[in-house]
């Protein structure tokens, strides 16, 4: 058939979308357990604002606050996680030997 459903809209739409995906294959790569996202909802029913945790490997990542959907929140959360673990693993790759710390 020819209908259109909406899995056709969503696919166009997550391709904006891809943190979620890529923080997925991540953690498949690295051996992880699957990225955790909590929600949490603020504000009034009709207009709540939300914001995400993502749980990756025990470290949680916050998503930036004041999303009008849940979908969009998990997503900052887990670009968030995203850029933080590329900072490390640049860290990781630069830094050859161990760092003593002095003082």
Request: hydrophobic share 35%.
């Given at each position: 058939?020819?209908?259109?459903?909406?899995?056709?809209?969503?696919?166009?739409?997550?391709?904006?979308?891809?943190?979620?995906?890529?923080?997925?294959?991540?953690?498949?790569?690295?051996?992880?357990?699957?990225?955790?996202?909590?929600?949490?909802?603020?504000?009034?029913?009709?207009?709540?604002?939300?914001?995400?945790?993502?749980?990756?490997?025990?470290?949680?990542?916050?998503?930036?606050?004041?999303?009008?959907?849940?979908?969009?929140?998990?997503?900052?959360?887990?670009?968030?996680?995203?850029?933080?673990?590329?900072?490390?693993?640049?860290?990781?790759q630069c830094v050859?030997?161990?760092?003593?710390?002095t003082g």
């Open positions: 058939g020819h209908m259109m459903t909406s899995t056709d809209v969503s696919s166009g739409v997550s391709n904006c979308y891809v943190f979620k995906s890529r923080l997925q294959e991540y953690a498949q790569k690295y051996k992880l357990p699957t990225p955790v996202y909590e929600i949490v909802k603020e504000g009034p029913s009709h207009k709540s604002l939300f914001q995400s945790t993502v749980i990756l490997d025990g470290v949680r990542y916050n998503s930036l606050p004041g999303f009008f959907n849940r979908k969009a929140a998990e997503q900052s959360a887990a670009e968030v996680a995203l850029r933080e673990l590329a900072k490390s693993s640049e860290l990781s050859s030997q161990p760092v003593h710390e």
